[in-house]
């Protein structure tokens, strides 16, 4: 789905990335986690396109992205970000139909309307389609936003790829379960989501790959159970934790503190 070899990235002669591997196949929830600092959201943009090293190129579907129509490529890959407009004069309907532009030149079809919908549906703000989106609260906002990469990729096209940064910012305990259950099941669909997660109890429980970086570098990446060691998560974060067993799901179970 998605190769990088030897990724590095350097703002201001200061190294944020070192030679980072990456091979992420189709139908995998991939999560990247790691303190503040780690680069998270720098490989995240490096794999979306967003930034390149200009020597390693990345592989999306076996192309490198300059390979890409233009126009195919809106079709195929959406992000997430953390920064988003927050004062955009627009109702919240209106602001999720931004998803669909790739799909309409003046005028959106019955389909774009039914994805729009569909998407209001699955991120619980179809009852806020008419308001204004200046009047929402921040979660609401980042809800809206999911709603549109969301509908971004309502398409026929196989093994789609959504990138998320930081997804759950300013959102409750429903809607933090609320949406990563909707990548989920993006996912089970035969697509590919890469998310970036500070909450590692949540990552534990969705993902199907865990990327662990510590400065810039892939400190160990794996399965959650592999990865989420109190070894692991001690040394990365600089902070005793022990390991037990959810006794709802069986994943692992990470509790902070002494």
Same mark, same amino acid.
């Given at each position: 789905?998605?190769?990088?070899?030897?990724?590095?990235?350097?703002?201001?002669?200061? /190294?944020?990335?070192?030679?980072?591997?990456?091979?992420?196949? &189709?139908?995998?929830?991939?999560?990247?986690?790691?303190?503040?600092g780690a680069g998270k959201s720098?490989?995240?943009?490096?794999?979306?396109?967003?930034?390149?090293?200009?020597?390693?190129?990345?592989?999306?579907?076996?192309?490198?992205?300059?390979?890409?129509?233009?126009?195919?490529?809106?079709? &195929?890959?959406?992000?997430?970000?953390?920064?988003?407009?927050?004062d955009i004069p627009l109702t919240?309907?209106?602001?999720?139909?931004?998803?669909?532009?790739?799909?309409?030149?003046?005028?959106?079809?019955?389909?774009?309307?039914?994805?729009?919908?569909?998407?209001?549906?699955?991120?619980?703000?179809?009852?806020?389609?008419?308001?204004?989106?200046?009047?929402?609260?921040?979660?609401?906002?980042?809800?809206?936003?999911?709603?549109?990469?969301?509908?971004?990729?309502?398409?026929?096209?196989?093994?789609?790829?959504?990138?998320?940064?930081?997804?759950?910012?300013?959102?409750?305990?429903? &809607?933090?379960h609320t949406v990563m259950q909707?990548?989920?099941?993006?996912?089970?669909?035969?697509?590919?989501?890469?998310?970036?997660?500070?909450?590692?109890?949540?990552?534990?429980?969705? /993902?199907?790959?865990?990327?662990?970086?510590?400065?810039?570098?892939?400190?160990?990446?794996?399965?959650?159970?592999?990865?989420?060691?109190?070894?692991?998560?001690?040394?990365?974060?600089?902070?005793?934790?022990?390991?037990?067993?959810?006794?709802?799901?069986?994943?692992?179970?990470?509790?902070?503190?002494?």
């Amino acid at each position: 789905m998605i190769v990088a070899h030897k990724i590095s990235y350097a703002q201001k002669n200061i /190294a944020i990335l070192h030679n980072i591997d990456v091979d992420i196949t &189709h139908g995998e929830l991939v999560v990247i986690i790691g303190p503040n600092g780690a680069g998270k959201s720098t490989l995240l943009s490096m794999l979306a396109n967003e930034m390149n090293d200009k020597e390693e190129p990345i592989f999306f579907k076996k192309k490198t992205f300059d390979q890409w129509d233009a126009h195919q490529l809106p079709l &195929h890959k959406a992000k997430f970000s953390q920064q988003y407009n927050h004062d955009i004069p627009l109702t919240v309907e209106e602001v999720v139909l931004m998803g669909r532009y790739p799909y309409f030149d003046s005028v959106p079809s019955k389909e774009d309307t039914t994805a729009v919908e569909k998407a209001m549906v699955e991120t619980d703000v179809l009852s806020l389609a008419k308001r204004n989106y200046t009047t929402l609260s921040g979660g609401e906002k980042q809800r809206v936003h999911l709603a549109r990469v969301l509908t971004q990729l309502h398409n026929e096209v196989a093994q789609k790829l959504l990138f998320l940064d930081e997804p759950l910012n300013n959102l409750d305990v429903l &809607h933090q379960h609320t949406v990563m259950q909707s990548i989920r099941t993006f996912v089970q669909k035969g697509n590919t989501a890469v998310v970036v997660l500070h909450d590692l109890n949540l990552a534990a429980q969705f /993902a199907t790959h865990i990327i662990m970086m510590k400065k810039g570098r892939v400190f160990c990446q794996g399965k959650p159970s592999d990865v989420f060691t109190g070894e692991n998560i001690s040394q990365v974060y600089n902070f005793p934790c022990t390991i037990c067993t959810n006794p709802i799901n069986q994943h692992p179970l990470i509790l902070f503190g002494t």
